[in-house]
């Protein structure tokens, strides 16, 4: 989640997309590995930093104006989500933006859950109706890092009423735990932990943190490799970088679940957050067998429409269909059986 509550640059900064596709493919992938703690204690990526900013943007501010996808085709499908409750069906759901769930090795686990109706000051457009009592107990809560619309206080709270393990960024670990977690457990990037029969890896993402009594950076940002009957990747909020390529060296991946949506302006947004011509490139990168989009169709935080990246990725299979064979497009609400 980025915001700036200043008015928008009366002009639009300059950005190429070929330079900056060049720029994200220029650093050496030992970097993935260097330390990642400044002097100052904050975390920072040590393969490419973020510029600063020559404009302001804001998602409050005149809008650039883009085609409305229709709801019918791409709009949130209706969901009970009953069949949580059945451990022994294996499944991914979109629940949206980067809420997933994925059923697993008996486990239920949520990645970055977001049922409560606003990100700080910013509400839902496309209010999800959770009901918690379908979830099993004892389920595992990835969170990717402490953004309001990836580490939500309401999700946590009722999540820790069924006695969640939640597996955060490190830093996170006091402030999820005032929410009411019990077991938390904080890991840095290349970190592991084993619950039950399932390995949770945390690997770098291109990203940032903070929350509005935070310093900058003071907590960590990254994404998980899942090792259980099936290996799922999921990147957490993230611009394209090294790290794909790098994944796919050394997993064996199934499912990878990447972060398409918020992109729009892209002088603003390119360095954390991806477009879809990027995410067919990750996708490829990891070399999952199939690849998932998620980070939108709930809350606007961007120019595009909520679902725009769902339209923008069908035209791209329809121009390349071979695509068809490893893209899976799930509508919020909708979800696969693993196979």
């Known amino acids: 989640m980025i915001l700036s509550f200043s008015k928008c640059a009366s002009t639009v900064p300059e950005f190429s997309e070929d330079e900056w596709y060049e720029k994200t493919h220029a650093p050496d992938v030992s970097l993935l590995y260097a330390n990642n703690v400044a002097p100052n204690g904050t975390f920072f990526n040590p393969w490419l930093q973020r510029e600063k900013m020559k404009g302001r943007y804001s998602p409050f501010g005149k809008k650039e104006q883009f085609e409305e996808p229709p709801r019918e085709k791409y709009g949130t499908v209706t969901n009970d989500y009953s069949y949580l409750s059945d451990n022994t069906f294996d499944s991914i759901t979109s629940a949206g933006h980067a809420s997933m ?40 809560v990835l969170i990717s890092h402490n953004h309001y619309d990836h580490l939500d206080k309401y999700s946590v709270k009722q ?19 005032g929410y009411g977690a019990k077991e938390v457990h904080e890991l840095g ?19 940032w943190s903070r929350r509005l009594w935070q310093k900058g ?28 390529k790098e994944f796919g060296n050394r997993w064996d991946v199934d499912y990878a679940i990447i972060g398409v949506g918020a992109y729009e302006p892209r002088w603003f947004m390119h360095y954390v957050h991806m477009n879809v011509k990027e995410f067919l490139a990750a996708a490829q990168e990891v070399k999952a067998k199939f690849s998932i989009p998620m980070h939108f169709g709930v809350i606007s935080l961007s120019d595009e429409p909520l679902t725009y990246p769902l339209l923008e990725i069908d035209r791209a299979i329809e121009q390349n269909p071979e695509l068809a064979d490893n893209i899976l497009p799930l509508r919020v ?7």
């Open 217 to 244: 950076g003071s907590t960590l940002w990254g994404g998980y490799m899942i090792e259980g009957s099936k290996t799922v990747y999921f990147s957490g909020d993230s611009g394209y970088f090294i790290g794909f």
């Open 333 to 339: 609400g909708e979800f696969i059986k693993i196979q």
């Open 189 to 207: 990037w290349w970190q592991d932990i084993t619950i039950d029969d399932i390995k949770y890896t945390f690997l770098p993402s291109q990203h």
């Open 101 to 140: 769930i994925i059923k697993m090795n008996g486990q239920t686990i949520f990645t970055d859950p977001f049922f409560s109706n606003a990100a700080m000051i910013v509400r839902k457009k496309e209010k999800i109706k959770f009901d918690f009592s379908k979830v099993p107990q004892r389920p595992v």
């Open 159 to 177: 999540l820790a009423k069924k006695d969640a393990v939640f597996i955060v960024a490190a830093g996170l670990k006091k402030l999820v735990s």
